[in-house]
């Protein structure tokens, strides 16, 4: 099977260069058809990769701020990644878990380990995870997976539930992806790593994930299979960051035209260190951290009502940098080696890469409200069904705000009583004020009202 279609290189490597050709009010007239968040063709997205002038830049940041604070406000969805098992059969020369490296020790969680580190996820405050694995599973095969999900949602401590199980593993067959919806996940991640034949080729140099059309394809089959709630994404520095964007916009604009809905999600890593690959401490492409914005700021104009992810790859700073510029979803208080939350520490020998940002989860909440956004750790929208189309329709004409911030607050305040530190909850009780001091009147009344429930002890209110 060929899927040339979906990615066309050259059209890709003819739009770059004609956006070379963009004078500064060619730039200035993308931003503000930007600004009007109806997103941006691929000449657009191309012409505003090539921005250096430092004034452009910050007017595109500003856009890009805007268009963020218009259509997300302050909010900024947490979850962590739960990392099950890092066994893998594949050779990605940029990732610890490759079937060859011997520099780390091998380890499938058992459903106990995973109740176990559910269990210290809970207990920190967390609602949401994201379920990563290697490819390769213990002899149950991919039964175990889904054996793994059921033990997520099932474990819960005191007030303590996750309520979204979200799951990033390699790409699966159609019969499989229907058995990943029977057991009820949230949204399917899974990044093409790059988008360049190429360089993909020359990355991937063992096993299933060394067929970039097998890859590529995965989320047809998730989408055919009825998840319609799905995240992409590229590894950034394996391969020139514009090229990725804008193959990107075409991975996108496939799906919409195949689906009628894109994904729910981009995620933008950048290449970590990791135990025993070269490559990784030395990025073929490496992104620097203006263009790490740019790119950023550029998707954020490009596809509005797609959620981006900021992991815990990146430093605090630069992850800060880019909550204003338009990312909507984080990670936090992370580890990536199979064990660790509750084993308490970051086992380098058995994790994926190194991270940016170690603090704990409070200090990471507490942290972004007193910068003025809501820690929210909402799961409404997928619980009452409004995913794929229906979120869409319901995002795009901005709708989602009126249940969003309650949401959030609601969801918040939570975590301040159950879980919050005595600075984190003074912080966050006052940003609480703050927001219902800007909201709409009949918003603002349906958000007191879910928190007076919450404050009475009930728990899990959404609207
Ligand atoms: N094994 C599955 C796969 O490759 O699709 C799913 C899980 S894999 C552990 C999750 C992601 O980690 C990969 O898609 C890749 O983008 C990312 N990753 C691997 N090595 C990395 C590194 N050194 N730095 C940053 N991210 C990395
Ligand atoms: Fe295995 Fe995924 Fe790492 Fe590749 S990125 S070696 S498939 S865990």
New binding site residues.
């Given amino acids: 099977m060929t899927t040339r279609h979906i990615i066309d290189e050259t059209a890709v490597e003819q739009a770059l260069k004609q956006g070379k050709t963009a004078d500064a009010a060619q730039i200035r007239e993308i931003l503000a058809k930007a600004s009007e968040m109806k997103g941006l063709n691929l000449g657009d997205v191309a012409a505003l990769t090539t921005i250096s002038d430092p004034e452009l830049l910050g007017q595109l940041f500003d856009t890009a701020k805007q268009v963020k604070e218009t259509i997300y406000g302050r909010r900024l969805v947490v979850f962590a990644p739960l ?1 099950i098992s890092n066994l ?1 059969k ?1 050779e ?1 020369l ?4 490759r079937a060859k490296n011997t520099d780390i020790t091998r380890r499938a969680l058992t459903q106990d380990e995973i109740a176990d580190e559910v269990k210290t996820l809970e207990e920190q405050g967390h609602k949401r995870v994201l379920l ?4 390769s599973y213990p002899k149950q095969g991919f039964q175990y997976v889904l054996d793994s999900i059921a033990t997520v949602y099932g474990t819960t401590v005191g007030n303590g539930e996750i309520r979204r199980v979200n799951v ?4 699966l067959t159609l019969d499989e992806f229907k058995q990943l919806k029977a057991a009820q996940i949230g949204t399917y991640q ?2 093409q ?1 790059t988008y360049n034949r190429n360089t993909y080729s020359k990355v991937h140099v063992g096993g299933q ?1 060394a067929d970039y059309d097998w890859r590529i394809t995965a989320i047809d089959r998730a989408m055919e299979a009825g998840i319609d709630d799905v995240g992409i ?1 590229v ?1 950034f520095g394996l391969c020139d960051w514009r090229f990725e964007t804008l193959a990107l916009m075409q991975h996108i604009n496939y799906l919409e035209d195949k689906f009628d809905v894109g994904p729910h999600t981009i995620s933008v ?6 135990t025993g ?1 070269d490559m ?1 401490t030395h990025p073929p492409k490496p992104v620097s951290d203006i263009d790490f914005r740019k790119l950023v700021a550029i998707l954020r104009l490009a596809v509005p009502y797609t959620g981006i992810i900021m992991s815990t ?1 990146e430093t605090p700073k630069m992850r800060t940098e880019t909550f204003a510029l338009g990312v909507s979803q984080i990670s936090a208080g992370s580890r990536t080696n199979p064990g660790g939350y509750a084993e308490g520490e970051d086992v380098i020998d058995e994790a ?2 190194s991270l940016g940002d170690h603090r704990p989860l409070d200090e990471v909440i507490g942290d972004v409200a007193n910068l003025g956004y809501i820690p929210s750790f909402c799961t409404g929208c997928y619980r009452l069904g409004r995913t794929g189309q229906d979120f869409m329709d319901m995002a795009k004409p901005g709708l989602i705000k009126e249940h969003c911030d309650p949401n959030a607050l609601s969801t918040f305040l939570e975590y301040l009583l159950d879980y919050g530190s005595d600075a984190t909850r003074q912080a966050g009780e006052k940003l609480i004020q703050t927001v219902l001091g800007e909201m709409s009147e009949s918003v603002r009344q349906r958000s007191e009202t879910m928190l007076s429930k919450v404050r009475e002890g009930r728990r899990d209110v959404f609207c």
């Fill in positions: 990392y893998c594949n990605c940029y990732c610890a878990f990563v694995a290697g490819e990033n593993v390699a790409p899974i990044f790593e994930k994404g590894l890593p950048r290449l970590e260190p990791a690959s990784s790859r994926q890469f």
